[in-house]
């Protein structure tokens, strides 16, 4: 317990130490062997999650409740530019999951990158994603808050634009570092201003985390992000959007209760979220884009339970949601990277593919329905009576069901492509499936009843809530048996995808409006400023004139100084001589 | 409390000895010229880092104050209070830097080493003076090398970039000249241009309406609207050392103008000033970031991003004290103009353009030097951990606790010119790389490789550690007792 308790303390290592590696790695991993650099990669996110684990045992036996504030002696440091850093329970279950997703998506990015140039770069790069994540769930003045919010930012961004697929383009993560800056800037004025202003605080708050999370109407960065390699869609949405959003919006739920109306806003925010996710999901284009508006749906999931109040039921259902989407991306990514290899020749036997797609499936159907649903239902004790239980009853049955066919019905196609690269018979594909459904579904269910009993009252909110999870969950099982059985090259039905299609199309055009319109505005008068009062009044009108006015004082000067003038004036003066003198007389 | 330091005239005239030994140099010794130079930036350098240590917590730290002119009332007053001494570093460093990042093979690297020189004597004399004449003569001495680096430069209607800046100065100097004898007549005899006790003397009646004359020079050496013209044009066609020099030292040097004149003479008058002066900044700041917007030329983007950083530098000007957070972000807009102009000059060189939209693949070329560019970028965005975060943090605080419109507005220009030079870092970085386009010649040269590296190290440092760029009164107190308690004599 005393090594529990000293993992708690040393609660800086968790970001320091997978920093410190992802330098090591970007400055001298070219030149290391290929064992050495997977060892120095796996360590630095192994640490933290090795230390999590460890520490977690003295806050869940240990009787921990937090560790002291450590506070960072610097010049300066003090007051409002004081860090500040500490570790609880709510902080170490989120580092460990963090670090847990990291090391999924740095197992595949070893895997899938193993022969492209620079990788080194790239896996520090999932590094440091990690590393900020911990920083800022190891954060306790708003500064060092700050610190990680923006560095996870950063690091998504340069993870996400790595592997630039478009050429001269340099178009990925872009609008993700646009939205997150600005995301960033409503947190620093939320810092200065939320004594004096609580309300406009509380607001900045909210659209923060939904900027972060993705909810509409902030949801324009998702379809360029999904254009990203794999392993960083899986860790940006995962770990950087979903777990840091929902972190944030928890560890600030005090600032955000005062105001009686945002609960509303949130369920607003949540629900839109999740139907534009949901529908979005249908539309035709790559498998990473469906996923990644899985992870907005998720996200406007979370928002909602944690409006109805239940901050345990958030971060169960985040625990079972993060990484069976997470996994999904990855394992189809893997089999995506096969499929589209050049160096792959037709007929080979698809075992590495096969592996992921096989992981993919165990993912989509042993985590979803073990955590996820048993922790929705517990969740929907939590909403208000009435109306609002139904809409959350929605909220989640849509999801589920939605997330259940376009998981099955991804896998579903992609196995049916491998089966074709491979010229094997189609049913094949479908019988593993069927087959890891059987095996998979008894013993789950089985140990979910056993659970209930010893657990019921603690973690799943009793038989009601356990019903409800149950019920949920055979929704997520028949919506994964109907995608995986019409899945193939139109595994989206006709006519509904059509009415589906422009329902999600009319939500990416509100994301888009949000996105262009205030760019297009702003360039305007940007134009303005620049060449009507720049070049115009000011250049123009101002300086040339003043310009104009010495060049031609300076031109008269030349003129009278080359002597005509002078003869000019001699003859000029004589005649007015005469003239006054003729009047005169 | 004033203490007495003969080393405050050595921080001025060393740059100008140097100067003079440049143009003894033989015309064809480049390396001779860079050497000078470069002996001359580090050694005042080093003045700098021994004054540091040795400014008294509160007050003046004088170097010479003897009467020069007695029937004008002109004297030789030479000193150093905090925010000047903060502002002669950023001088110093600058310099250092853009003397160590020249070309070798400039052809004319004796001019340049000469005009560098005798700018920074003359902004070391701008920061050092308290007679206001001797302020106004190193004022006007500080833009004349730029008037001669800039040579034919681009031209826009006929009107050169050199002639504009030109123009602009003189036009508004003017006002500064007429200002000033408004002052001393109306301060009463004996006439006297020295600061402190025309502040005395004016302590009662103030400047009334005589403020506004003031007003416009400093505000065109610090590119607010709608005197900043000057500076995006003039950044395009100078060399890179001259661009470091002026957005990185002169521009922050028209704010410093402005409060050690202004506050100086009049106190009253001054935070008089501050409603307009505040809502000036915020114009310019806005204006600056939608300007920004639009551009595709790599360094008027930048011009016009420091142009909104500049907008809430006078917002901050607006309320500051000696120790404000004013300094701080001044100090973070030299070091960040230098680095970024450094960068950019160095692969529009190689690229042999402009336009952002030729560049782009660095990250896979130059990962090293694009990587250290970064610091200098996250500064002008304001991204916490920097020197700029502390600047911008520290001036909004300030300003939101009185006119909280202004700071959200003023926010929005600064964090939408940041914004653009973050999608411009992005696109020069990401992309494909195309070797034929750049130049074959090795670049970017090691020195400045590592004169970017020192400077992303400060900016970096600072953020982390924000006393690093405070003002001087905590750190020289905590430093003059590290020196105690080691015994070494002061």
């Not at chain 1, 839109?272 to 469906?290: D, F, S, Y």
């Not at chain 2, 190290?457 to 905590?474: D, N, Q, R, W, Y």
Request: hydrophobic letters at 60%; a positive charge; charged letters at 10%.
């Amino acid at each position: 317990m005393v090594f529990a308790q000293n993992m708690a303390q040393w609660h800086l290592l968790m970001w320091v130490v997978p920093a410190l590696l992802a330098v090591l790695c970007s400055a001298v991993g070219k030149h290391l062997s290929r064992p050495v650099l997977l060892a120095l990669c796996l360590s630095g996110v192994s640490w933290p999650l090795l230390q999590a684990l460890s520490a977690g045992v003295w806050f869940l036996w240990g009787g921990g409740q937090a560790t002291p504030p450590l506070t960072l002696d610097v010049p300066g440091g003090q007051g409002l530019f004081a860090l500040v850093f500490a570790l609880d329970g709510m902080s170490n279950w989120a580092v460990a999951l963090a670090s847990a997703l990291s090391l999924l998506a740095l197992v595949q990015a070893l895997d899938i990158t193993r022969f492209w140039i620079g990788r080194h770069r790239y896996y520090a790069l999932v590094l440091l994603v990690g590393a900020s994540a911990n920083l800022l769930f190891t954060a306790r003045s708003m500064l060092a808050v700050l610190f990680g919010w923006e560095a996870v930012a950063l690091a998504g961004t340069f993870a996400a634009g790595f592997w630039e697929p478009e050429e001269g383009r340099a178009r990925t993560g872009l609008r993700w570092l646009v939205f997150q800056h600005i995301g960033t800037v409503c947190l620093v004025v939320v810092w200065l201003v939320h004594e004096a202003a609580p309300l406009l605080a509380a607001i900045l708050l909210v659209c923060a985390c939904a900027i972060r999370l993705g909810l509409p109407p902030f949801h324009g960065w998702v379809p360029e992000h999904s254009r990203s390699p794999s392993s960083a869609l899986a860790l940006v949405h995962s770990v950087a959007s979903l777990l840091a959003g929902i972190y944030l919006l928890q560890k600030s739920w005090s600032l955000l209760v005062p105001v009686s109306w945002i609960v509303h806003l949130l369920y607003a925010l949540g629900g839109a979220a999740v139907l534009a996710g949901v529908l979005a999901a249908w539309l035709p284009g790559r498998p990473a884009t469906a996923l990644a508006w899985l992870f907005v749906a998720a996200g406007g999931l979370l928002t909602m339970v944690q409006a109805a109040g239940d901050a345990a039921a958030v971060r169960l259902l985040l625990t079972g949601l993060a990484p069976a989407l997470a996994g999904a991306v990855l394992s189809l990514g893997g089999v995506v990277d096969w499929l589209e290899s050049r160096d792959v020749p037709r007929g080979t036997p698809p075992g590495r593919a096969l592996v992921w797609l096989v992981a993919a499936l165990a993912g989509s159907l042993a985590i979803f329905p073990a955590i996820s649903a048993l922790a929705l239902g517990r969740a929907l004790l939590a909403f208000p009576a009435g109306t609002m239980t139904w809409v959350g009853v929605a909220a989640a049955g849509l999801f589920l069901v939605a997330a259940g066919r376009v998981l099955a019905g991804l896998a579903g196609t992609l196995a049916a492509d491998l089966a074709q690269r491979n010229r094997a018979p189609a049913r094949h594909g479908g019988l593993l499936g069927a087959g890891w459904l059987a095996a998979g579904a008894g013993p789950l269910l089985g140990l979910a009843l056993l659970v209930s009993h010893s657990f019921s009252g603690q973690i799943f909110g009793g038989g009601k809530g356990l019903a409800w999870g149950v019920a949920l969950g055979a929704g997520l099982v028949l919506g994964w048996l109907s995608g995986w059985f019409s899945s193939g090259p139109s595994w989206k039905p006709a006519m509904a995808g059509r009415l589906v299609g422009r329902a999600a199309s009319s939500g990416l055009v509100l994301g888009e409006l949000v996105v262009r319109l205030p760019v297009v505005l702003l360039r305007m008068v940007g134009v303005l400023v620049w060449r009507l009062v720049g070049d115009f009044l000011l250049d123009t009108v101002l300086v040339g004139t003043a310009v104009g006015t010495i060049e031609g004082v300076g031109a008269v000067t030349r003129l009278i100084q080359n002597g005509r003038v002078q003869r000019y004036a001699f003859v000029l003066l004589v005649l007015v001589l005469v003239l006054v003198m003729v009047l005169r007389g | 409390m004033a203490e007495h330091d003969l080393t405050v005239i050595m921080l001025v005239a060393v740059p100008v000895l140097g100067a003079l030994f440049t143009s003894l140099c033989p015309a064809q010794s480049r390396r001779a010229a860079r050497l000078i130079g470069l002996l001359s930036s580090l050694t005042t350098l080093g003045i700098w880092v021994y004054l540091r240590l040795v400014l008294p917590p509160r007050g003046l730290l004088i170097g010479i104050h003897a009467t020069w002119v007695e029937s004008l009332g002109v004297s030789c007053f030479l000193a150093l209070d905090a925010p000047g001494l903060l502002l002669a570093g950023l001088v110093a460093v600058v310099v250092t830097a853009a003397m160590a990042a020249t070309r070798r093979q400039d052809e004319d690297a004796r001019r340049s080493v000469l005009l560098l020189l005798l700018a920074e004597g003359g902004m070391l004399g701008v920061v050092t003076a308290w007679d206001l004449l001797l302020f106004v003569i190193f004022w006007e001495v500080t833009l004349v090398p730029f008037f001669f680096l800039m040579g034919p430069g681009p031209e826009r209607r006929n009107v050169s970039a050199a002639t504009r800046l030109l123009v602009t100065s003189v036009s508004s100097s003017v006002l500064l000249w007429v200002g000033i004898m408004v002052v001393v007549v109306q301060a009463g005899r004996p006439f006297t241009f020295d600061l402190q006790v025309l502040g005395q003397r004016l302590a009662g009646t103030g400047l009334a309406g005589w403020a506004w004359l003031f007003v416009p020079a400093f505000l065109m050496r610090l590119a607010v609207v709608p005197l900043h013209t000057w500076l995006p044009v003039a950044v395009a066609g100078v060399p890179t050392s001259a661009a470091m020099l002026l957005v990185g030292a002169v521009v922050p040097l028209g704010g410093y103008g402005l409060w050690h004149v202004l506050h100086g003479l009049s106190p009253m008058h001054y935070f008089e000033l501050a409603p307009w002066l505040t809502w000036l900044g915020v114009i310019t700041a806005l204006a600056g970031g939608m300007a920004a917007l639009v551009q595709r030329d790599l360094k008027r983007l930048l011009a016009y991003a420091f142009i909104s950083q500049s907008g809430l530098i006078l917002c901050g000007l607006a309320t500051a004290t000696a120790h404000s957070a004013v300094w701080p972000l001044l100090l973070s807009m030299g070091l960040t103009a230098s680095g970024l102009f450094l960068f950019s000059g160095v692969i529009c060189a190689a690229r042999g353009s402009q336009r952002i939209l030729d560049m782009g693949g660095l990250w896979r070329s130059h990962p090293f030097f694009s990587g250290l560019a970064f610091a200098a970028v996250a500064s002008v965005a304001a991204i916490p951990g920097t020197l700029g975060f502390v600047g911008v943090v520290g001036v909004l605080q300030e300003l939101s606790g009185k006119v909280l419109l202004a700071a959200c507005l003023a926010a929005a220009g600064v964090v939408m010119a940041g914004m653009v030079v973050l999608w411009a870092y992005r696109f020069v970085l990401g992309g494909s790389h195309i070797p034929a386009v750049w130049s074959h010649q090795r670049w970017p040269l090691r020195r400045q490789v590592v004169v970017l590296f020192v400077l992303a190290v400060l900016l970096l440092a600072s953020g982390v550690m924000p006393g690093l760029a405070a003002a001087p009164a905590a750190v020289s107190a905590r430093v003059a007792t590290l020196v105690g308690q080691a015994g070494a004599p002061r």
